[in-house]
């Protein structure tokens, strides 16, 4: 019998990556291919849906190739995803009616003052576990439908986007139901990424009518929503089409919920924090979804064949790694490596503070109107201290977090699992174990979010027995102890408050 794998498509905020994983979760193939970021206007982000899907037909098959592997050894096919950010397309021609919207896309920051000024914040964070905010699909959706261009197409250019919605000839979803409808044909997202659209109900676990009401979506476009992973699967690739072969597509979990489940946080307590684009810690809540009196967000975890859903809580920070993207952009670096030798040319930042709000501030602040703010600076002020003030905030908003985490859950974290681009970074993982005060553990296999979607994929078609079988997977790469004295790091800490402070509500006329 030929060797057999699984595969993951992790299509991310800048680009799409395509992973082939082996039994012991080694990485067999490794493809990755970016595509274009669009700025119409300020605070606007859009993404091409087309351009997506055709990265990810060409990621798949020249990582296969490279590998030597033919697709007919692939056992299954996962999905992660950037969450929230939304696409609307015509079910008919499959050809998107505008623009994904990207999850940091602000345009409808006005809508959401809205909906915080008739008072119905808190129902919505009731029903669906989140904070009111552009960052979900919701409004995204209901942008499109009022402001995409209609279909050149002859039967729909004499009727609206809506009416046509409501008569089912087009669908909407987020990044997963696109790759899923494009792979399969059939209009499917899981559970994750369904909690992450604002329509979701997460106890009730079902679209909520009173939700798609206030957004005016129409339920007729909407994907039916599985478990992350799906013994009954959510279809298979085309053998006609682009891979010549027939693969089960059977599991799919937004990006973060997916490095919670590629770094096997299958308990409750466990947690974990993504350094990418932005970072995203997760805590593991079990079966039980805690609310949040700390502005952190209830979310579906994962949720297995047969199985209960498994709640986590969130804490979404929308700029990390971007910030380290933004020092290149200005010429104040010229590649991400020299940040750790930068930063660790200065004993400190010398008082100086930098708040990464390039997009409003999201967890616990929730203030869409922040913008990215450097106090402190004096003549003297260099380089250096900007560098290593922008790797300290990337540490302060995940202590923000975690502090949030234990008042919500009444959990300590003892120690936290790491991953994403910027942990390869010792001295952002030092000074990250310093500030929060606990242990950071880096895993082998840093790529967890690929993992957590391949593991969810090979658990539905029996590649896995159990999750017991994935826990000893797991491998520490390193781990790093805090070595700073809990005073230092609290008086570190407590300026950060100031300069957060002088931040928000700035952006008055967007």
């Known amino acids: 019998m030929t060797t057999s794998y699984v595969g993951a498509i992790d299509q991310g905020t800048t680009g799409t990556r395509f992973m082939v994983f082996d039994h012991s979760g080694e990485v067999i193939a490794n493809a990755y291919e970016q595509h274009e970021q669009i700025y119409p206007e300020p605070g606007w982000v859009e993404h091409d849906p087309v351009e997506i899907w055709e990265n990810t037909q060409s990621v798949v098959t020249s990582g296969l190739a490279d590998a030597g592997l033919d697709p007919e050894q ?69 942008w499109i439908l009022d402001n995409a261009e209609p279909l050149k197409l002859q039967s729909s250019r004499s009727r609206d986007l809506r009416d046509r919605a409501r008569d089912g000839e087009l669908l909407m979803g987020t990044i997963d139901s696109w790759l899923i409808y494009n792979l399969t044909g059939n209009h499917i997202t899981d559970v994750s990424n369904a909690s992450r659209t604002m329509l979701y109900n997460i106890e009730g676990m079902h679209w909520d009518e009173e939700l798609l009401a206030e957004f005016d979506v129409p339920a007729e476009m909407l994907p039916e929503v599985r478990p992350s992973s799906d013994e009954n699967l959510y279809g298979h690739t085309d053998p006609d089409g682009f891979l ?171 120690t936290l699992r790491v991953d994403g681009g910027a942990v390869k970074n010792n001295f952002l993982c030092q000074l990250q174990a310093d500030i929060i005060q606990t242990e950071i553990a880096r895993p082998v296999v840093d790529e967890t979010t690929a993992l957590g979607s391949a593991y969810a994929a090979g658990l539905a078609v029996g590649y896995w027995d159990d999750l017991d079988e994935l826990r000893s997977n797991w491998q520490v790469d390193r781990e790093f102890d805090a070595e700073m004295a809990s005073e230092q790091a609290d008086e570190m800490y407590g300026r950060w408050d100031d300069a957060v402070e002088r931040s928000l509500d700035w952006a008055q006329e967007e």
């Open 74 to 142: 692939l056992a299954a096919i996962g999905i992660t995803n950037q969450r929230e950010t939304t696409i609307v397309w015509d079910k008919e021609s499959g050809r998107p009616v505008h623009n994904a919207l990207v999850w940091q896309d602000r345009r409808t920051t006005d809508r959401v003052e809205e909906i915080q000024e008739a008072g119905k914040v808190e129902e919505i964070r009731e029903k669906t576990g989140l904070e009111c905010d552009a960052y979900f699909s919701a409004t995204k959706t209901e």
């Open 244 to 414: 010549g072969a027939e693969v089960p597509v059977a599991g799919a979990l937004g990006d973060q919920q997916a490095a919670l489940f590629g770094q096997t946080c299958f308990d409750a307590g466990d947690a974990k924090n993504t350094y990418g684009t932005g970072s995203f810690y997760l805590m593991n809540t079990g079966n039980e979804a805690v609310s949040s009196d700390h502005g952190l967000l209830t979310t579906v975890g994962f949720q297995l064949s047969g199985e209960p859903v498994q709640y986590a809580l969130e804490g979404s920070i929308f700029v990390t790694g971007a910030a380290i993207e933004w020092l290149e952009d200005v010429d104040i670096i010229n590649n991400a490596a020299q940040t750790a030798e930068l930063a660790s040319s200065v004993d400190s930042t010398d008082g100086v503070y930098m708040v990464p709000a390039f997009t409003g501030l999201g967890a616990p602040h929730w203030d869409g109107r922040a913008r990215g703010t450097i106090v402190g600076m004096t003549r003297g002020t260099g380089k250096e201290h900007i560098v290593r003030a922008t790797l300290e905030s990337i540490a302060y908003q995940t202590r923000d977090i975690a502090e949030a985490m234990e008042a919500d859950s009444g959990v300590e974290t003892t």
